[in-house]
């Protein structure tokens, strides 16, 4: 085993919302699952859901472990969760939504951790009947597995740069509409070779939707406007050194029905502790 205490941290939720009208009601954590700070490993399952005429979907599924790996000499997490056979009012459909998010801590601490998303996907979206098309970046932000990769990636590759701006918007604020700013962080962000982020954050969208905006669907990179409906965002995936969280479909519904439904969420990361005394030192 490793000489090293190590504090694990991963949680996962299957769905979750609020619903304001045409009635009040809360819809609990679903398959929610978490680690304590030693480790272990946690499971849930919810089966069949359904509040008729807003939300159903066919079960949700949540994991959470994590182990030492003596041959890599790493702390490794693992964290999951699916839905499947997502119904919203009709209109938005999924087949499958699953986020994935794998840490490997080296025992001794010192290097930034390796984070993948490995088996993040969403399959069989639709919108009114039509099928939506997404562009994956889950391999390309697997690949760059540390926030010091992605950084020299974003200063020295013009391509992926230029990419990363258009779909998330970078210093773009006037080509948004005024009530899906708030989805595109980096909106006001001045363009240059520096990575957008804050507080060593940066907000990153894993997918772009790749149909063309027509009556009744505005597309803004990884969020849909669906007229009689809401708002869709699609496969948000928040970056820290140490830390990845990821949400894989977020509905803001407002009209006829309003309110929210998340699904398919993972959080995980895990640290080292102060060495024994602290800064002060100590026996």
Known sequence: ???????????????????????????????????????????????????????????????????????????ETTVFASVTQLDLRSIVTAGAL???????????????PSIGLGGSEIRGLRIAGREIVLESRVDLYSRLDTMALLRDYYRDNAEFREDFDRAAFVGQSERLPADLRRFFPWRRYTRST????????????????????????????????IHDFG????????????????????????????????????DGNGSAPPPDGGSGGGN
């Not at 699953?98 to 930034?112: I, L, N, T």
């Not at 496969?235 to 894989?248: A, D, K, N």
């Open 1 to 75: 085993m490793s000489t090293l205490r190590f504090l694990y941290h991963a949680s996962a939720v299957g769905l979750s919302g609020e619903i304001r009208r045409p009635f009040p009601h809360t819809i609990d954590v679903q398959a929610a699952s978490a680690l304590p700070r030693y480790g272990g490993r946690a499971a849930a399952r919810h089966g069949i859901y359904q509040l008729p005429g807003i939300v159903s979907h066919q079960g949700a599924a949540t994991e959470a472990a994590s182990l030492y790996n003596r041959g890599a000499g790493a702390h």
């Open 98 to 112: 699953a986020a994935a998010v794998r840490c490997a801590h080296s025992a001794d601490g010192q290097d930034e």
């Open 194 to 225: 520096r990575l957008p982020e804050h507080r060593g954050m940066t907000v990153v969208p894993l997918f772009t939707v790749k149909n063309a905006s027509e009556p009744g669907l505005e597309i803004y990179g990884n969020v849909i406007r």
């Open 231 to 266: 708002i869709v965002q699609l496969g948000e995936l928040i970056v820290e050194s140490h830390r990845r969280r990821l949400m894989m479909l977020h509905a803001d519904m407002g009209s006829p029905v309003e309110g929210e439904v998340t699904a398919s969420c993972v």
